[in-house]
């Protein structure tokens, strides 16, 4: 059964949310750097993934873009199945919250 439009939408924000968390937020940079200085930059599938995750001298972010569809490709599911359990919705609600919250936060210092 398809979800309904809240859900939905609470759904984009939360997908919002963790592909920046992904990408660019200070919290998860040194995870980001321990990866891609894991890397061989000679293997295109390496290199893909610097591109997804930034570039290890912490100058460039990752592609929000890009990681979106790798982050909801593997949440879809999810919601698809349990996107009324209690329990994947406060999760959802978390992220969709704190979504706004930047998006409240960044429009006001504009």
């Known amino acids: 059964m ?15 949310r963790v592909t920046t968390l ?3 937020d200070e919290v998860t940079r040194p ?6 200085a894991r890397f061989d930059p000679y293997r295109r599938v390496h290199r ?14 990752g592609c929000p873009w890009c990681v979106s569809v790798w982050v909801g490709f593997l949440t ?19 992220f969709a919250v704190s979504q706004v919250t930047g998006m409240i936060y960044a429009y006001g210092r504009q």
């Open 22 to 24: 992904i990408t660019h």
């Open 48 to 61: 893909m993934l610097v591109y997804l995750l930034g570039a290890p001298d912490g100058n460039a972010t």
């Open 2 to 16: 398809m979800p309904s439009a809240v859900v939905l939408a609470l759904y984009a924000m939360a997908v919002t």
């Open 76 to 94: 879809a599911p999810i919601i698809y199945l349990w996107g009324t359990s209690p329990i994947v919705l406060v999760i959802m609600l978390a």
């Open 31 to 36: 995870v980001r750097e321990h990866l891609v």
